[in-house]
């Protein structure tokens, strides 16, 4: 059947082509409250814009599980042949929504699992490190990648600037200017948890984990003279690619996989194993195959499913929780807090962001509560209407924890060499022209006492990585 045109208020609409004026000519009515009706949605269009991450494409898909991890795990989505329908959302970091997608920076790798238990989220990069380890630190990071408040341009000098003062940085600094700092697509990256988190089993025992998506498709990168080629004629390369291949029924897919480490391994871990800037290397802590994740599904609507997505560490499910990662224990708190500042108190009502699973909090009034009304007198907890309460059988085992509540200087006895040049000395003849290439060309226009601030750092890391970059810098 035809359907009619209304307001938003299911009011008729009888001419959605001509205003309504006095005489042919107008002025205008104001009392064509169509025409004001479609001027101030038009206002209201977008949402504020992620402060990071704020370019980005998504899909859904689903995630089974091909192995039996349950000695680690009680989570029913990660049990042997679960299937849980979940969405994955890619972006960069620091360009602006309509930023280019082929530039150099790392790759956000969001997941959402839509589980019988409640939503589990996996706020996740194609780094397994990260540049600062103290959240203390990361608005002002962030600071050094957005643009300078007076030029209004991106500012590379800050970045160095940054860098060359931060040691902790170094490891993921290399990863940046690697080869596989400019990803060809979102296909082609892996993904990384990142954090350490924790698994927990049914006997309510607690082992340290890492999350690991391992690409199918292959790693494949541009370099930055393939990356400016392609800016040039196509702002949307990762978004067309993830897009198109969707479309074409060429799902891309990723193998899942985890690291564990005991309670005690950790004790005695030669590095600190909750640490963001390490990784665990593998030949002390092996991957584990776990199953498959694969996107199959184009969002229909890229704002409703994509833009007001809303990920969260925050989001565990019974059998899945966090870890004294101290970068990881601030996102707990900051990125719920981000999508109620940018889409709204109830965000977590809209159907992109909704648990298949019930919803009963005893959270009230706001803006936008659009659940269905349902009169109760338990508007409080407790209370003596039958309203939904607590149930111990959730409780998390304790967790351990040790040490004085004190402003611990994070740098101290921290090695922030070791790693970087472990993944220096793996790096093929070419990689390492790459990224002393990559790093001259990102450092131009920074003044000399930076540059040589941040090669020494390069010096302690692997002299040959010091002389790569200074010889580099001597042919841009
Ligand atoms: P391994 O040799 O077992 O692992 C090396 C890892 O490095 C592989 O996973 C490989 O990924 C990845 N890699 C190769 N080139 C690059 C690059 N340009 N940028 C980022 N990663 C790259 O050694 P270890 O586990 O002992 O780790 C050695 C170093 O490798 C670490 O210090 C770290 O920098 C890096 N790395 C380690 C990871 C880990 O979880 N242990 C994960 C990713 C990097 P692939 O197999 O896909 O080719």
């Known amino acids: 059947m035809k359907k009619t045109m209304t307001t938003t208020a299911g009011n008729k609409v009888s001419d ?50 091909t192995r039996d991890i349950s000695k680690y795990t009680k989570a029913k989505a990660l049990q042997k042949g679960a299937k849980t329908k979940m969405l994955a959302r890619f972006s960069t970091v620091a360009g602006e929504r309509g930023a280019a997608d082929a530039e150099r920076d790392v790759r956000g790798f969001a997941l959402k699992f839509y589980t019988t ?33 007076r030029t209004n341009m991106r500012n590379n000098e800050a970045a160095w600037d940054f860098w060359s003062l931060s040691p902790e940085s170094l490891h993921q600094v290399t990863i940046l200017m690697s080869d596989r700092g400019l990803p060809k697509g979102y296909r082609n990256i892996n993904g990384y948890g990142s954090h ?56 891309p897919k990723w193998d899942f996989q985890i690291q564990v480490m005991s309670q005690e391994q950790a ?80 965000y977590e009502m809209l159907p992109v962001n909704r648990p298949l699973s019930e919803v009963n909090t005893y959270h009230m ?43 611990y200087d994070h740098r101290e006895g921290n090695d922030d060499f070791t790693q970087p040049r472990a993944l220096f000395e793996l790096m093929s003849s070419d990689q390492k022209q790459q990224l002393f290439g990559n790093i001259a060309r990102h450092m131009q226009g920074t003044n000399e006492k930076i540059i040589n601030r941040q090669l020494s750092l390069f010096e302690q890391v692997h002299p040959d990585y010091a002389k790569g970059v200074k010889e580099a810098l001597k042919s841009v």
Do not use: C
Not at 124 to 148: A, E, S, W
Not at 227 to 251: C, M, P, T
């Open 117 to 149: 238990e409640g939503n589990w989220d996996l706020v996740g990069n194609n780094t397994p490190v990260f540049f600062v380890r103290d959240p203390l630190k990361f608005p002002d990071f962030i600071h050094t990648q957005k643009r300078h408040p």
């Open 16 to 65: 959605n082509q001509n205003s309504l004026s006095a005489g042919p000519r107008g002025p205008l009515l104001m009392q064509d409250y169509q025409l004001l009706e479609k001027l101030a949605h038009q206002n209201r269009e977008r949402v504020p814009e992620r402060v990071v991450h704020a370019n980005g494409s998504g899909a859904f898909g689903e995630l089974t599980i």
């Open 267 to 346: 004790k005695k871990a030669s590095f600190n194993p909750f640490d963001l800037t390490k990784v665990w290397p593998h030949d002390e802590y092996p991957m584990i195959d776990v199953g498959v994740l694969e996107l199959n599904e184009n969002p229909q609507n890229y704002f409703q499913q994509i833009e007001q997505a809303s990920f969260s560490p925050s989001n565990v499910v019974p059998g899945v929780s966090w870890s004294p990662d101290k970068m990881l224990q601030a996102r707990v708190f900051s990125y719920a807090d981000a999508h109620r500042y940018r889409v709204g108190t109830h």
């Open 365 to 407: 009034d706001g803006s936008m509560n659009f659940e269905e009304p349902n009169y109760s007198d338990a508007y409080y907890e407790p209370n003596s209407f039958d309203g939904p309460k607590e149930d111990a059988s959730f409780a998390e085992p304790p967790f351990p924890v040790d040490g004085d509540g004190a402003r």
């Open 196 to 251: 350490t988190y924790s698994l927990i089993n049914e006997e309510g025992e607690r082992t340290w984990v890492k999350f690991h998506f391992k690409t199918q498709q292959g790693i494949e990168n541009f370099t930055d003279a393939e990356a400016e080629k392609v800016v040039g004629k196509d702002r949307e390369s990762s978004q067309k690619d993830l897009f198109e291949a969707i479309e074409e029924k060429n799902y």
